[in-house]
């Protein structure tokens, strides 16, 4: 019986989490996320996909972030009619992320049809509102460290990333072979999320490979932050924090809120959470405890140390003032959110600072200005950057070179075949060396569309040891 591996994303580029497990006629696609950043993977979003959606017996989603879940709309709309299977967090938090990224995409639409910067005429969504409600309606969830059944002749397991709510490593077993996803894998000593779990064998392994090159700045993020804001402040400016609304805005208020508390910014200075979507996703921090290292009392203290801003012409209004004060806005990496509005209004003023918390695809405004650019184009006009430009690593939720090299250590023989995924060319390819001289094992590269045979048999433990690529 034939058993394959597709890889239809998240292959040079750490965006478009897509693969698909066949099994015989079982077809199972694993995360179904957007690409973002360079304009031709963008375009993948528009173009079909390449599998039927109609003839999928299901979906299994690692995480809720956007670039692993975000075209579940589009392939509901386009036919699937079966079960999303997902932790219970990562529900709550679809619950919140998809009617989002619906919303932006029909406001960019309408904005770009109103300003007429579009090259298309009229400018469309790539889903709506609607579109979202329809795929939520699909979702089913599994517990963590509990067996399912995502078709006929897989079963699957989902245990604890750490890395956000809900994300999960998820092990597959069909036709004899275990099939184990890393997905976006979180740090050991992350003060936000719990470890991720560790994994005992593979015969294929996915892993993500985002950090692969580098290796988190090891400097006090809490003493860094409280100096840009000090310093930014000193100076009349304002400190504007692109920020992922889920996990990254909470460890921001989390930071923020010690910051405070121990006087190492002024009291007196505004803090603004300027996401409505962070707003309501910090507040699933209560619901689930036990899945990371807040307690009641500093869930409570992440929800009060920044204003909420909701509205809109509140939003608007934060722009209007020339006070020193901290925002933190969506979207993390400037591809879309409020954050665009006040970086029209702040990056051009030399006493502020933009500051990022983390990785920057290649393509994205965020790549861009830590990179230097002197001008970003936002709502179809070039806006210049005259303000101070940051990015602090060390708030960064991915596990880095050393700490994934250290989660593969935990499994008691090296997998079978080990595929470098979720990253930039540069990090993959210093991640497959590094396991390589630290481990003596083997890793591979995938390309896109690229498919594996699953039925082969897996090399044994002597031969594992020995498969170095030269």
């Not at 879940?69 to 999303?84: A, D």
């Not at 930014?232 to 508390?261: N, Y």
């Not at 307690?295 to 992440?302: E, F, M, P, S």
Request: charged share 25%; glycine share 8%; hydrophobic share 40%.
């Amino acid at each position: 019986m034939s058993m394959t591996l597709e890889f239809l994303g998240a292959t040079g580029t750490v965006t478009g989490s897509r693969y698909l497990l066949t099994h015989g006629n079982a077809r199972v696609l694993f995360d179904c996320g957007l690409f973002q950043g360079y304009k031709q993977l963008r375009l993948r979003n528009w173009a079909p996909p390449p599998f039927d959606p109609r003839a999928l017996d299901a979906v299994v989603l690692s995480h809720a972030h956007i670039d692993h879940s975000g075209y579940l709309p589009l392939l509901v709309k386009l036919g699937f009619r079966g079960r999303i299977h997902c932790t219970p967090a990562t529900l709550d938090l679809c619950r919140i992320m998809l009617p989002d990224s619906a919303w932006l995409q029909e406001e960019e639409a309408e904005r770009a049809n109103r300003h007429g910067y579009s090259k298309h005429h009229p400018a469309l969504p790539l889903y709506t509102r609607k579109d979202a409600e329809n795929a939520l309606r699909q979702f089913s969830t599994v517990p963590f460290e509990q067996d399912f059944e995502p078709a006929a002749g897989m079963r699957a397991r989902f245990d604890p990333a750490g890395h956000i709510l809900g994300a999960a490593i998820t092990t597959f077993t069909l036709g004899g072979r275990t099939v184990v996803f890393s997905g976006d894998l979180g740090r050991p000593r992350d003060p936000l999320m719990n470890a991720p779990a560790t994994v005992a064998r593979a015969d294929v392994l996915v892993l993500e490979s985002t950090y692969g090159n580098r290796i988190h700045d090891t400097t006090d993020p809490t003493r860094e932050l409280g100096r840009v804001i000090n310093r930014t402040a000193a100076r009349g400016g304002t400190v504007v924090i692109p920020s992922f609304a889920v996990g990254r805005a909470q460890s921001m208020l989390l930071h923020l809120d010690q910051l405070r508390e121990g006087d190492a910014i002024p009291k007196a200075l505004p803090i603004y959470l300027d996401s409505p979507m962070a707003i309501d996703v910090t507040g699933l921090f209560r619901d689930h405890i036990g899945e990371h290292r807040l307690d009641a009392d500093q869930c409570r203290a992440i929800g009060r140390v920044a204003r909420y801003v909701k509205k809109p012409e509140e939003s608007r209004a934060l722009d209007q003032s020339d006070w020193p004060a901290v925002i933190i806005a969506g979207s993390g990496m400037a591809t879309g959110g409020r954050v665009l509005h006040h970086l029209k209004r702040f990056a051009p003023d030399p006493r502020s600072t933009i500051l990022f918390t983390g990785f920057q695809a290649g393509g994205t405004r965020g790549a861009a200005m830590v990179a230097g650019a002197p001008e970003v184009k936002i709502h179809g006009a070039y806006v210049p950057v005259r303000a101070e430009v940051r990015n602090l690593d060390g708030f960064s939720a991915h596990a880095d070179r050393d700490e994934l090299v250290q989660w593969l250590r935990a499994f008691g023989e090296p997998p079978g075949r080990i595929f470098l995924t979720h990253g930039e060319p540069a990090a993959a390819d210093a991640l497959r060396m590094r396991i390589a001289e630290q481990l003596g094992w083997n890793a591979e590269v995938p390309e896109y569309r690229d498919c594996i045979d699953l039925a082969k048999p897996p090399l044994d433990p002597d031969q594992r040891a020995n498969s170095v690529r030269p």
